[in-house]
């Protein structure tokens, strides 16, 4: 998956240092932390993956191998909970 895009019909929120996703089509709430909240933000089909790790580098200030290495997890996991479209 070059460009990740999420599911169509969430409702996404931040609450504090939370982001509340709300899958009602699956009857799911999924309760993120502020960085994996970005990184879904982010999926919109127009970022690829180098995109959302490279904005996750200069946002959180981390090294760039370590940045794609969390942002191949958390996408795996995105991809697990069924967040992004196939």
Known sequence: MNHPTK???LEIRA???EVLVHDE???KVH???ATAGAILEWCDGTRSTSDIAAGM???YDIDAAR???DAELILAEFRRL???AA
């Open 15 to 17: 609450v504090g240092d």
């Open 67 to 69: 940045a794609a290495h």
């Open 31 to 33: 309760v993120l932390n």
């Open 7 to 9: 599911v169509q019909g």
């Open 25 to 27: 089509p699956r009857g």
């Open 82 to 84: 069924e967040l992004l």
């Open 57 to 59: 580098a200069e946002r």
